[in-house]
């Protein structure tokens, strides 16, 4: 074999070991491409930087002014408010009231009183004028009048005391609002059964029983007592017009 003929050999040798290595590596290549579902990024190594240059702190120092004097604050007192003067809201609810002639000073009862006895004259359908004239009548508006077993401004007898507790719950007598409210119902009661006031205060005056049986079986329809009442009653209604 010659010379020439030995180089084309090792050429050619050569070139069969790369195109060998060259498809071991496609191969390869290929593979990994199919493990990993992608070519794997190559991330390139930073560029190295020149460290930066550092400056050094500047420290400023302001100048002393020997001049320069403190301030001193000084607290104003806290002034107190004015007070103001409000006018009580019951005396303008009252002063209203009786502007409109819901109230009258002439009443001997206080404005609480009025206001009750105005309502429980409406709730048991009672004239307030035939209310007052009872009142003026057995105690003369006064709330702590007693006269044997009767109480109060409308001189309500103890031995209604059960059934007016019954009917209206009332519990005490003496006391002014539960008084009013029992006069004006055993009223209301009365009236009802014999539809004639005079007939009904003499009841009120001497109970049903006495009533029956020392005026109504004698033929009599009024007493003094009775003409007493609507006398004030009369007058009372002249005030509340």
Request: with cysteine; hydrophobic share 35%; net charge negative.
């Amino acid at each position: 074999m010659t010379r020439m003929e030995r180089r084309r050999r090792r050429r050619r040798i050569l070139r069969i070991k790369l195109a060998t290595t060259a498809a071991v590596l496609a191969m390869t290549t290929a593979s990994i491409v199919a493990l990993t579902g992608g070519a794997a990024e190559t991330v390139p190594e930073p560029t190295p930087q020149p460290p930066a240059l550092q400056a050094e702190p500047v420290l400023l120092v302001a100048e002393h002014d020997s001049t320069y004097q403190p301030v001193q604050m000084t607290a104003e007192p806290a002034q107190e408010p004015e007070p103001v003067e409000e006018e009580d809201e019951n005396e303008k609810i009252e002063a209203a009231l009786l502007e409109q002639g819901y109230l009258h000073e002439e009443i001997p009862l206080d404005f609480d009183l009025q206001c009750h006895l105005i309502a429980v004259c409406e709730e048991y359908g009672v004239p307030q004028n035939v209310a007052l004239g009872v009142i003026q009548a057995e105690s003369s508006f006064t709330a702590t009048a007693a006269n044997g077993s009767c109480y109060g401004y409308m001189q309500i007898n103890s031995i209604n005391s059960e059934w007016l507790s019954e009917k209206i719950g009332v519990t005490d007598l003496t006391d002014p609002y539960q008084n009013i409210r029992s006069g004006v119902f055993i009223l209301s009661d009365l009236y009802g059964k014999y539809g004639d006031w005079h007939k009904a205060l003499i009841c009120y005056n001497y109970g049903e029983g006495g009533a029956q049986e020392h005026v109504f079986s004698k033929g009599y329809t009024t007493t003094s007592y009775s003409r007493t009442v609507m006398e004030y009653a009369d007058a009372w209604a002249e005030v509340l017009a």
